[in-house]
């Protein structure tokens, strides 16, 4: 492998926390322990303590006597305000901070701690760090400026939010203003009809937006974390109105959100109920073959499905598969995985089963502590410090629509990342079928994140090559979300591309090629190629056998 970068900065993993941390959960007791361990070894060896405290000495004096020896990354928008740099004060008190940040770092790289237990203090130190930052206190210089400008008022409107977050919101500041969107109003506002409902599901067909269209359908599984009207947000957004203005016949899976009394729906259970859905989008469309599309967990259900298909000899009804931040391959390397041991899991697992359901909240609280900065310590500035409302962002209200996770499913899930099951063949088994993704020969088009800090571009990259068929994979320059919401006209959208698929991601990164725009026209492309005849457009939704219900976006996306 060539040991050189292509063009620009090495994506690299999520360096902390990704998705196998929302399933398993992170307990407050693992991150205590950690705590004490790191305490202990500073105990038992005082001089390597010493000798860093008195280096950290050494800069702060030197920090005092004006020096700035520290720059704080031009990416951290925590210090952009000038006076940071230019006020003496808030620039000695930045250089003191960024001086004790890079003396903890050292004290542990330099430790004689085991390397995981290494890995887990990076871990806790960095949230510790990111908590303790000088711009989340009432001396930020944007909040003493907006104390000022207000005439106090912000304080007052801080205090408030905070109170209101206290009591209706974990204990977590706010990150968008809940009252600025309603599914049905101003998202999920695509027309199309609920032409199916069962327990699981309600599959929406949508009206069509072309004069002509494309005789296969494509069928969107969206994941069970999440509602599906991520694929359609606001117009300028809508992943959904992209597909029908360019001629695709588009079904969308709508999962029902379980309570208690739906413990029991495993992956099992997920997989019969997308394969329900996709007979009724060929009975309806009258084509033998469906084009597939699923998203994060939809692409595993999705995976699987084929899986199952496979060794039931009907694979032939799937035409192409295309898998958006989806994982197949669960090896994931990160300190946060490192507390997800034999007992935190089977904890994991005996909570979900007593409740009936993982709570969306819960799976929401540690996505927020992926990344703080963004998640947290951002809307603690905005909402406390300068007494401001959250902003009206589409995707992060989707983000705090939250689902639950039944009892079985989320069993699975942590099976899924404890035993990496879909690397070998036969080791996951589905509906009663062994899966060998090797054997699913349909052809798939991949995309990932280079900054997803939840599904690893990396691991994505891996799951592809678990397939069989002709395959694509596609490194969009964004984070988890934002790789799906990709549409064209983004002036700073790239992703890079490189058709020949190495078995190392980094040499397939090192010669692929950056393409500017969206990567959703290379896809287009490859999914009209896959959707047969285009033929005059039938603008009746549903047929005899499944007439329309309920005009989209249905029922089931509303039920909190």
């Not at 994991?348 to 998640?375: C, H, T």
């Not at 088009?445 to 900054?451: E, I, L, Q, R």
Request: hydrophobic share 40%.
């Amino acid at each position: 492998m060539k040991d050189k970068p292509a063009k620009g900065s090495v994506p690299v993993p999520a360096t902390y926390m990704n998705v196998q941390s929302a399933i398993s959960g992170l307990r407050g007791r693992d991150l205590f322990s950690t705590l004490r361990s790191v305490s202990r070894h500073g105990l038992r060896h005082p001089l390597h303590t010493a000798k860093h405290m008195l280096a950290l000495g050494n800069q702060l004096g030197k920090v005092l006597l004006g020096e700035t020896p520290y720059q704080p990354s031009p990416r951290d928008n925590r210090f952009k305000d000038p006076a940071w740099s230019q006020n003496p004060l808030y620039s000695r008190g930045l250089q003191a901070y960024l001086a004790w940040q890079k003396h903890t770092r050292l004290w542990i790289d330099e430790s004689q701690l085991a390397p995981d237990d290494r890995a887990r203090a990076h871990f806790l130190f960095t949230l510790l760090n990111d908590a303790v930052s000088p711009s989340n206190s009432l001396l930020n210089p944007l909040a003493v400026k907006e104390l000022f400008n207000s005439g106090g008022l912000s304080l007052v409107r801080g205090i408030n939010h905070l109170l209101d977050d206290l009591r209706h919101n974990d204990g977590l500041p706010r990150q968008v203003n809940p009252q600025a969107f309603e599914v049905g109003r101003n998202l999920a506002t695509t027309p199309g009809s609920v032409v199916f409902r069962n327990e699981l599901l309600e599959l929406i067909q949508y009206k069509p937006m072309s004069e002509k269209q494309y005789a296969r359908p494509l069928l969107v599984v969206p994941p069970q974390i999440n509602k599906f009207y991520i694929f359609d947000l606001s117009p300028a957004n809508s992943f959904v109105q992209y597909m029908l203005k360019n001629g695709l016949q588009t079904f969308m899976i709508s999962w029902r959100n379980p309570d208690p009394r739906h413990r029991e729906w495993g992956l099992s259970s997920y997989v019969e109920a997308v394969e329900e859905a996709m007979n009724v989008c060929r009975a309806i469309t009258g084509s033998r073959e469906v084009n597939l599309m699923g998203a994060c967990a939809g692409g595993l259900t999705m995976a699987a499905l084929q899986g199952h298909l496979q060794a039931k000899r009907q694979l032939r009804r799937v035409s192409s598969a295309t898998y958006l931040v989806s994982l197949l391959d669960s090896q994931i390397d990160s300190p946060a995985s490192l507390f997800a041991d034999e007992q935190t899991l089977e904890a994991a697992k005996r909570r979900s089963y007593q409740q009936g359901v993982l709570d969306g909240r819960e799976i929401a609280r540690v996505f927020a502590w992926m990344r703080p900065n963004d998640l947290i310590w951002n809307y603690w500035v905005n909402n406390y410090l300068l007494g401001k409302a959250p902003p009206a962002f589409d995707i992060l209200y989707w983000n705090n629509d939250n689902t639950r996770l039944p009892a079985a499913l989320h069993g699975d899930l942590l099976d899924f990342f404890k035993h990496n099951p879909l690397a070998h063949a036969a080791g996951l088994e589905v509906c009663g079928t062994p899966i060998d993704l090797q054997k699913v020969n349909v052809d798939s088009f991949s995309v990932a994140g280079s900054n997803d800090h939840i599904t690893p571009w990396d691991a994505v990259y891996r799951s592809v090559l678990l397939l069989g068929g002709d395959k694509r994979f596609i490194l969009a320059n964004s984070g988890h979300v934002q790789s799906i919401i990709n549409p064209p006209g983004n002036p700073k959208a790239h992703y890079v591309d490189n058709q020949r698929l190495s078995s190392d991601p980094r040499a397939w990164l090192y010669d692929g090629k950056q393409v500017d725009g969206s990567w959703w026209p290379q896809w287009l492309e490859w999914i009209q190629a896959r959707s047969g005849a285009q033929r005059e457009t039938l603008m009746a939704l549903g047929n005899q056998n499944y007439p329309p219900m309920d005009p989209a976006p249905g029922s089931y996306v509303q039920a909190r």
